[in-house]
């Protein structure tokens, strides 16, 4: 089989491609001036820096983070400039994951996978779960309780007939009809 | 000493700083900038070295509201560990030195002279 025919049409592709790209183009730049304007700011490279610091030492065990993040952002402190402190803890977030594996941290992939088996092994225990809940529902000790509380039920539904006059064939014909009454 | 950390480049930078002068405590930056790495580099292997017992760290004696700034973190080499520090700075340059000191007739082709020797 060749190539499929071009579609006839009165530049109708290329205007909607023209249109789609200025449109990606304007929203590029419009995104990367305000990238820009913030990165001018110290502050906010100052903010992301620390930022980064604080997610590095979430790879960390937990009794040495608050070591690691003081000492980090102390260092962070003494340099100077905005894209000097910005890069070095952008360096120092890129190895964050070997870091805490070397600490005894599980990596991101032994989570996700540690994850993934314990919802499989949960979906898969659902449908035992079922099974064991009928079992335990149709156990002959549960049915026995069940009618044990049936019995009380009726004895006492039949002393509230006796009670109000009604008679007693009367009664127990009605009560019959029950389920569970068949146990009297 | 604990485990030994492997003695890749950076450990050996980090080292040869340390032994400048192993009286002097220094915190994490300025290791780093002399020993030319960047935090990401720096700071795993000074916690191994730290592991290792080859370096030694303590938070500086300061009172941050005397000094109106945070306190650092200052390393220093132990006496094991500036031995340790020696030993493997020495044998690095060992085994860095030219061939013709150590194994003559490897990666030399015959009847060239080394260098700055006589013919062979």
């Known amino acids: ?184 | 000493m604990g485990d030994l950390p492997r003695l890749t480049l950076n450990v050996l930078r980090i080292l040869r700083v340390l032994l400048e002068n192993p009286t002097v405590a220094r915190h994490g930056l300025e290791i780093g900038l002399a020993a030319g790495l960047r935090g990401g580099s720096l700071y795993p292997v000074l916690s191994k070295l730290e592991d290792a017992k080859v370096v030694t760290s303590t938070w500086e004696d300061v009172d941050p509201s005397e000094v109106g700034r945070p306190r650092r973190r200052l390393y220093q080499l132990n006496p094991d560990g500036v031995v340790y520090a020696r030993q493997a700075l020495a044998e690095v340059q060992q085994h860095l030195s030219p061939a013709d000191q150590h194994s003559p007739a490897w990666g030399r082709t015959p009847g060239f002279p080394a260098k700055g020797g006589a013919p062979a």
């Open chain 1, 1 to 184: 089989m060749g190539p499929h025919p071009r579609v006839p049409g009165q530049r109708g592709c290329s205007r909607v491609k023209g249109w789609l790209i200025a449109g990606l183009a304007t929203l590029g730049a419009l995104l990367v001036g305000m990238v820009k304007a913030d990165l001018e700011d110290e502050k906010v490279c100052r903010w992301l820096a620390r930022t980064l610091v604080y997610r590095t030492t979430r790879h960390l065990p937990a009794d040495e983070r608050d070591r690691w993040r003081e000492e980090l952002i102390r260092d962070l402190l003494d340099l100077q400039g905005r894209v000097a402190p910005l890069l070095w803890a952008f360096s120092v977030y890129l190895q964050a994951g070997r870091w805490g594996r070397m600490r005894g941290m599980p990596s991101r992939w032994e989570v996700l996978v540690a994850r993934t088996r314990a919802a499989w092994q949960r979906l898969r225990s659902l449908p035992q779960a079922r099974v064991r809940a009928r079992a335990q529902q149709l156990h002959p000790a549960s049915i026995q309780a069940q009618a044990q509380t049936a019995h009380v039920k009726v004895v006492g539904f039949d002393a509230q007939l006796v009670a109000s006059g009604t008679t007693r064939s009367g009664g127990s014909a009605s009560l019959m009809s029950r389920p569970g009454a068949w146990f009297i």
